[in-house]
T-cell receptor, first 114, second 114 residues
Framework: GDSVTQMEGPVTLSEEAFLTINCTYT??????LFWYVQYPGEGLQLLLKATKADDKGSNKGFEATYRKETTSFHLEKGSVQVSDSAVYFC?????????????FGKGTKLTVNP | ETGVTQTPRHLVMGMTNKKSLKCEQHLGHNAMYWYKQSAKKPLELMFV???????ENNSVPSRFSPECPNSSHLFLHLHTLQPEDSALYLCASSPRRQGVDTQYFGPGTRLTVL
């Protein structure tokens, strides 16, 4: 079935380091791809999304490009901050029973140290 | 402010108790969702309501009973739960059920079943 695989955490970086969190997917058809972020004690927030191949989603310095040839949607940021410490979830939409729903990866916890 | 609130934020209950989780959205959305977030597992979609009608039940045990009296409120009634039901329960809403809509999440209720 449709699924998302993201790199196991936790990831620990120093402030201003480069971040990559890998995400690959398996899907029939052409899903839309998302990154959600969950800050401590809060619910999930949409960080960015891409709806078709070669689209690049970006927000708050984060970027991810929809790569159909490698079925990937890796999250990157050039210089992380302490405030980026959170859990990051890759997700895709699947069509089931005539409607769409989100399928999430397990999440990757990022800790940024000053 | 997320626009989606959940109460209580924390709940401890015994296996014979009956309790309810509440979710309220102030965004004028028509679709609402319950998710279960367990440690080291992907988010699991439990129930979906669209215009107050339940449109999805992902094989959730009957000890979880949802209720959606109107488009702004969603409840999850809990009865004779098991310790493995301990998790973070997240509510989300979106403008409509079909199509690729951004889902807005509440902060969750941390449930512990003793």
């Amino acid at each position: 079935g449709d699924s998302v695989t993201q790199m196991e955490g936790p990831v620990t970086l120093s402030e201003e380091a480069f971040l990559t969190i890998n995400c690959t997917y398996t899907a029939t058809g052409y899903p839309s791809l998302f990154w959600y972020v969950q800050y401590p004690g809060e619910g999930l927030q949409l960080l960015l999304k891409a709806t078709k191949a070669d689209d690049k989603g970006s927000n708050k310095g984060f970027e991810a490009t929809y790569r159909k040839e490698t079925t990937s949607f890796h999250l990157e940021k050039g210089s992380v901050q302490v405030s980026d410490s959170a859990v990051y979830f890759c997700a895709l939409t699947v069509t089931q029973g005539g409607s769409e729903k989100l399928v999430f990866g397990k999440g990757t916890k990022l800790t940024v140290n000053p | 402010e997320t626009g989606v609130t959940q109460t209580p934020r924390h709940l401890v209950m015994g296996m014979t108790n009956k309790k309810s989780l509440k979710c309220e959205q102030h965004l004028g959305h028509n679709a609402m969702y319950w998710y279960k977030q367990s440690a080291k597992k992907p988010l699991e979609l439990m129930f979906v309501y669209n215009f107050k009608e339940q449109t999805e039940n992902n094989s959730v045990p009957s000890r979880f009973s949802p209720e959606c009296p109107n488009s702004s409120h969603l409840f999850l009634h809990l009865h004779t739960l098991q310790p493995e039901d301990s998790a973070l329960y997240l509510c989300a809403s979106s403008p409509r059920r079909q199509g690729v809509d951004t889902q807005y999440f509440g902060p969750g209720t941390r449930l512990t079943v003793l």
